[in-house]
Each structure stands twice: as C-alpha cells, then as structure tokens.
C-alpha cells in the first residue's frame, strides 16, 4: 500500500520535473510551435502576424510571410518584453505572445527623441528609477559632467560603457526601454542642467562595495544616492 | 513499477547533466569572448604607452623641426588611444586620477606645440624640452609598470573578467591581484612626482567663474525666496521645502515648491550668497503645443525683463517636445557678451516659462571695456569664403577656450553654404577666424518609452 503511495507521488514528481525542464528547453518548438525567422513561411507565421496585429505591433498584412516588416514587429515586442531582441521567435517568444493580452504589461508610448537622449535616458531608467525627477537629473548630469571631463571618454556612449562604470549596464538594467520620467531628465541634463554644480561620481551609501569611493569630496545628497567629485 | 521509474530517473539525471554541461560551455564562451575583448584593450594600452615613451624620446633627441612634428603629431594620436584603451579594461575600482591626467597632459602639450610650431616652424625651446623631458620620465614610468603588469598577465593567464567580477562586483580580493595592484602602483608613482604646471593655453579652460555679490542667507530665507519666485510666477505655492544643500563651483540650497492643488514639484536653486535663483525648472506635463516660437520668444523675454535682464539678444533656439529653449545673451554698446548666457524654456502650451538657468549670466556678467575693432565690417565680409552666403553680421566678445579671463572681439557672421548654417567668430582686431559653430539640431526618432 506505501508502496503504491510512494509510486504514485514520485510519478508525479517526475512528470512535473520533465514538464517543467522541457518547457526551459527547446522542446516546445519541436512539440508545438516551430522557430520562426526572418524568410521563413506558412501556416504559424501568419498566426505569428495575427497576433502581433492584435498586440498592436504588427500593422501589415497577415500574409503567412516572415519579412522585414514582421521581423521588425517581432523585434519591438521581445524589446518591449525584455527578451533578447534578435527577431527569432524562439519558445521564448511563443510563450509571451501566448501570455500577453491586448494593452498589457508595460504601457508603452512613443515619442521622438535624438539618439544621445535616448542612450541617456535609458542609462538614467537603469540607474535611478526610484529615486526622485532631480535626483534622475542629477545622475544624468554626472554623465554629461564625465563627458566633458578629461578623465573620462568623450561621448556620452563611452562614459556609459566604461566597464565597471555604471551598475545598470553590468546586470543589463539599460537594454530596458527607459521611463517617460528619465527621457525627461536626460533632457534636462543634456541642455545643461547640473544639480549637483559639477559631480563626476556618485554612489549609493547603502550598496557601495567600493571603498575608495569615500574619499571623494562629497558635494550633495539626493535621494538614496550621494554625488562627489 | 520500479523497474520503469529507475531508468527514467537514470535517464533524466544523464539528460539534465549534459545540459548542465552545454549550458556551463556556453557560459565559458561568453567569458572568453569578453576576456578577449579586455585583453586586447589592455594589451593595445600597453602597446600605447610604449609608443608614447618613445616617441617622447625622439622629439627629445631630435634638432630638426620636421621629425619633431612628426612625433608629436604621433604622440597626440597615441595619447588619444591609450585613454580610450584604459577605458576599455575593468578596473573602475583603482583610482587612476594622475594617470588620466598624465596623459592628457601628454595629448595638451604635444597639440600645444604641434599647433605654435606649426605656424612658425621653429626649433622646440629650452622650456618645451624640459616639459617634454619631464613627461618623458613620467611615460617612462608608466610603460615599465604596464610591461610588468603585461608580463605577469600573459605568464600567468590572468583574467580581467576574473578581476571584474571578483574585484570589482563582490569587493573582494584575489589570490593574484596583479592587475589590479599593479594599476595602483602606476598612480602612486605617478602621484609621487611633483606636479606639472604649464603655462597657459594648454589645457582648455572653462572661465573661472566671477564671486558672486551678497551676504550668506540661511536656509529659511532660501525657502522664502523661492516661495515668493514661483509664488509670482505660478500662482499660489502650497509647499516650500528644503531638498538639499551644495557645495559645488557655486554653492547653492535646493528648494522643492509645490503649487496648490498639484503633485509634482518644481525645483529651484538659490545661491548661497546673495540668494539669487539661479535655476528653476518645473517639472509639469506639458499639452499640444498651442503658440509659435514668436509668441514664445516674448513670453520668454517678458520674464527675462520682469528679472532684471536689460538689453538681450536672442542667439539660439532649440527644441524640445512641445518646449521651445531660448538662449539669450546680454549686450553692452551692442556687443553680445558670449560667456553670460541665460536659458529659457517656455511651454508651448500656455507660454510659460517652465525652465530658467542663469549659472553663466551669475557666473560671468560684468561691465567689459568695450574696444573698437581694427577691421571695418565691409572687409570682413568681403574676405569671406565665396560660397558663404552672410545673413547677419553683430559684435561679439567670445571667451578664450584656452587663456583665463580672455574675452575676444570677433565679428559674429551667421551665414550659410547651401543648406548648412553656420556662426564665425572672426577675430575683429587680427581678421582670423577665431571660432566656427555649425548649427545643427540633433536628429530625432521614434522611440518607445514606458
């Protein structure tokens, strides 16, 4: 009788598991849905297009053909799901298409904006989502401050991309689509506003796991974070 | 019913250890492909270096002007790289300040001279020989640390990915920690020399600003002020608080307001001395844009006059979404006074004024003697570039990017070649060009935002 019990729960243990392990593998795409790419035609691809177009990405015709139009479609949504945005529709994919409703998720909105506020405002979403609008100004500034500094790169891209440099591009916070709030503030830095009156550096007192940190002059507080030179 | 489940279990745990395993390869993969990346910046910095030291070692041996030209012009170059290739390696954690300086030093001075001699064509002097001398023996430094460093690396197969995320992620230290102790050993020999001092015109400058007039204000009188500013501006406040306090190149209290009947703040800086506002910005949402840049324009200058600011000339507008930025520079006998600039942002919305910066205005504006130009207008335009098509010529003094305090009487010709517009700055005394602006607006696109 214990033995019985025993089968029966460690049968649906396993199935569970298999379940489970299959669904991180590739699995469903040979069991139900197979990768779809750029060229690629038929039957799901129009499916694939019926979807997006109810989603809102997709606007052309659900003609069963993967061009470049469906392929930049797809791109947009696994960008707006923070999934890699290589246009593959992998299981990935699949399963976010399935999930997602109609206006769900991320409330998405677009504007226009030159690629240097961009690059900033997504560093500034990465970096200081939580923190107050002057406090996100304020860490824009600091970028802008480096790029003018000479001891740090010379564009607003490489000051970012220095490694080490920034947080939200190490744990890829940045490759977010940025906060209407921090599009505003990387406006605000870029056409020169400077809370903090000239800061290279600043940190957070709590997460700093850098010593040598502390021996900048510290000019001001803002929020959680505290700017230096 | 064992009998199924034994080999099932089997099964899966050789099934889940080889994609443990394709998983684990494909993770070294990645790491080596950003080792990769690191190595080569690290090994080009060191490569850098070298050619620095010794370029620097040829303009000290060689007497010919040519050949000197030619390493310096090498060592602008080289000095350029080895920044962008020290930012390229993970060593945030290491303070370096004297080494990027170092070598911005070495990239100023050599363009320093490359841009004198140039003109002249003359021999280095006794001065730019023992500048050269001493940065020689401060590269000279720096290149022997980086081969030892670049030695031990390459011995021992060490690994920046290991010192980024050992190092630098968790704080910790690793059981080699040559790179890292070896960058910290190039700053310090590098701080133990005595500083260099050059002379003017090597390193840009930005204008030391002007102290600011008035007593000290405490921060209850800095609430005050801003409570009656936006009071003025934007009808009744329902709150002033303190935000923060800073000491920068002009200290200032950090004030938040917040209207009645509203959320979001606005926020206003108020120098400590003297208690000027010297930025406002408001951080509302802004409507579909309702007025043109003219009318803009005038509710910019409108505010501008009910502030104090007399005789302003309009010299740059820009754009923002539904904001129109207006920047206004004061005059003096009609000549436009560059380095006082004041910014304006006025929402198209309504027409107000929802940003004002005046740093520079505080900063700089002071009463200039006024010289008259040695060169009559009607020469400078007809010694222009035939293709420039001059629009608007007016008086200008410019601040020098490279001497303190100088300010330049140029001759301020807005034109354009074909669709291209441009500002010169002609020297009004010399007939040079002292500066040239081109106007662009940066490109915008579509992009998404949550």
Known sequence: MRDKLLVKTLTVVLLL???IVMAGMDFFSVIDNRTLLYGTTGQDVQELQIKLKDLGYYTGEADGIFDLETHSAVKWFQKRF????????????????????????????????????????????????????IGQVAVGAVIMNRVKSSKFPNSVYAVCFQPGAFDAVRDGQYYLPPTSTALKAARAAISGWDPTNGALYYWNPAT?????????????????????? | ??????????????????????????????????????????????????????????????????????????????????????????IAMVELDKTEEL??????????????????????????????????????????????????????????????????????????????????TIEQKVKAFPDLQFDEGVHKIEPEPRSIDGKEITEEEAVQIARRFMNDHDGPIAAAEMSFSAD???????????????????????????????????????????????????????????????????????????????????????????SDMVKTHVALDNGQVIAFDQTSYLSYHHERNIGTPKIREEEITKSMNPNFEVQQIALAYV???????????????????????????VNADTGEDFRIVRITKPREFEVTVR
């Open chain 1, 82 to 133: 923070c999934l890699r945005n290589d246009g593959v529709v992998d299981t990935l994919t699949w399963a976010m298409l399935n999930i997602i409703g109609p206006g769900q998720a991320f409330a998405q909105n677009s504007t226009t904006s030159s690629n240097d506020v961009y690059i900033l405002a997504k560093m500034i979403t990465g970096e200081a989502r939580g923190e107050p609008y």
């Open chain 2, 399 to 425: 601040p020098s990017e490279f001497k303190k305090g100088l300010e330049v009487l140029c001759y301020e010709v807005r034109g354009k070649i074909k669709e291209e517009r441009f500002i010169l700055f």
């Open chain 2, 248 to 338: 920068g190149k002009i200290p200032v209290f950090g004030v938040k307001t917040v209207k009645e009947g509203e959320k979001i703040p606005t926020y206003l800086e108020i120098t400590k001395k003297g208690g000027h506002v010297i930025q406002m910005y408001m951080e509302r949402a802004i409507n579909e844009s309702k007025l043109d840049f003219r009318a803009a324009e005038e509710k910019a200058r409108q505010f501008l006059e009910k502030h104090d600011f007399k005789d302003i000339d309009l010299v740059d507008i820009n754009t923002d979404t539904n904001t129109a930025i207006f920047t206004f520079v004061p005059t003096q006998k009609g000549v436009r006074l560059y």
């Open chain 2, 1 to 90: 019913m064992r009998k199924i489940i034994i080999p099932v279990l089997l099964g899966l745990l050789l099934w889940t250890g080889y994609f443990g395993y394709t998983q684990h390869k494909m993770n070294e993969d990645l790491a080596r492909r950003t080792e990769n990346q690191y190595q080569r910046s690290f090994h080009e910095l060191v490569w850098n270096v070298e050619t620095i030291n010794s370029q620097l070692a040829q303009t000290l041996i060689s007497s010919s002007p040519e050949q000197v030209m030619l390493s310096l012009t090498n060592l602008w170059r080289e000095a350029f790289a080895a920044s962008s290739n020290l930012g390229g390696i993970p």
């Open chain 2, 103 to 184: 070598i911005n030093d070495i990239a100023d001075y050599s363009y320093f001279i490359l841009k004198k001699n140039n003109l002249e064509n003359k021999k280095l002097t006794e001065k730019e020989w023992d500048k050269l001398q001493e940065l020689y023996e401060r590269s000279l430094v720096v290149r022997d640390e980086l081969q030892k460093i670049e030695s031990t690396v390459l011995n021992r197969d060490l690994s920046f990915v290991e010192v980024e995320t050992v190092v630098l992620r968790n704080g910790k230290k690793l059981d080699d920690n040559t790179i890292v102790e070896g960058f910290q």
């Open chain 1, 17 to 19: 598991t298999i379940f």
């Open chain 1, 208 to 229: 700093a796991t850098s010593k040598w940190i502390w021996s900048r002059r510290i000019l001001l507080r803002i929020g959680k974070h505290v700017f230096g030179i």
